[in-house]
Each structure stands twice: as C-alpha cells, then as structure tokens.
C-alpha cells in the first residue's frame, strides 16, 4: 500500500487543470507525471517547439540507497538536451546543495551541447544565481529564503549548432 502522495499529486493536477480552464487559459495544461520515465514521450506529443524546462527543487532523497529517485539522472537530462530547441533553456534550482551540484555537474556534461547563460546575471562567488532569472519565485523559495536558506540556481542555453 502506497503512501497516499501519488492521489495528492494527481488531485493537485487535476485541480489546477479545472482552475485553468475555468480561468480560460488554453495554452497551459497540468497532469501529474514521473518525468524520469515520461519526459521522452510526453515532450514528443508536445505540439510547439520546447523552449524553456524549469527543475524546482526536487524531492533530495537523501538517503543513499534512495539517490536513485531523484528525479534529475543521467537519462533525463540527455532526454532534456536532445529536445530542447536551439536557444531554448533549462532552469535548475535546489535548497539543497548537494543536489543541486549533481543537477549542475549532469547538466555541466553536457558542455557540447549546452552552455551556461548566468554570465550575464548576477552570481555569488561559487557561480550560482543569486536572484530567479524567471521573474517569479516558487513557493518553496520564498519559504527557504524565510528560513535562512539559500537556493542554488543556474540557468543553460541550448547552443545555436
């Protein structure tokens, strides 16, 4: 028996989806899905060009034996490259250090292909961002940054090839 948060997440994506429709926003959609294993096929049914992916703070798993559901893993990051338009961006951003430094070193592999875009904005001594490039800051930023927090983020460029 699961813990329930498979039919929290769903409800919440179902809930949005009825809000936007209610709200007559046709070019949003919300559904609740593991993008380690969808992202390939749900990006491939996508009608538009894919220009920007945004990874908020990802569930941690801290412990070890759990590191392999993180949701940021080798496959989806080449899943994430290789569909991303050419001057499309990837937004990655995580309270927790070490997970944000292993999203930034899978992403960092990927140097031939795509290249860091925070050059041009303001950086604290370690190169991570230190405002949202996006303009609007999620919840659970404002939450860390109110307890004393810091959020990691670094934003990429598909390379014009």
């Not at 009825?18 to 559904?31: D, G, K, Q, V």
């Not at 899943?79 to 250090?97: A, K, T, Y």
């Amino acid at each position: 028996m699961g813990s329930g948060r498979f039919l929290l997440w769903q409800k919440l994506a179902n809930r949005a989806e009825f809000w936007a429709r209610e709200l007559s926003l046709h070019n949003i959609h919300f559904m609740f899905a593991n993008a380690t294993i969808s992202f390939k096929e749900l990006v491939s049914a996508y009608p538009g060009p894919l220009m920007l992916v945004s990874i908020l703070c990802p569930d941690p798993h801290f412990k070890k034996r759990h590191h392999k559901r993180r949701v940021v893993q080798k496959p989806l990051v080449d899943s994430i490259v290789n569909n991303l338009m050419p001057g499309g961006q990837v937004f990655i951003e995580s309270d927790v250090l070490e997970v944000a430094v292993n999203m930034r070193d899978l992403f960092d592999e990927e140097s031939d292909l795509i290249q860091h875009i925070d050059g041009s904005m303001e950086c604290d001594e370690e190169g991570w961002l230190i405002n949202n490039p996006m303009g609007i800051r999620t919840e659970r930023e404002i939450h860390a940054e109110f307890e004393g927090a810091k959020i990691y983020r670094s934003l990429y460029q598909k390379l014009l090839l």
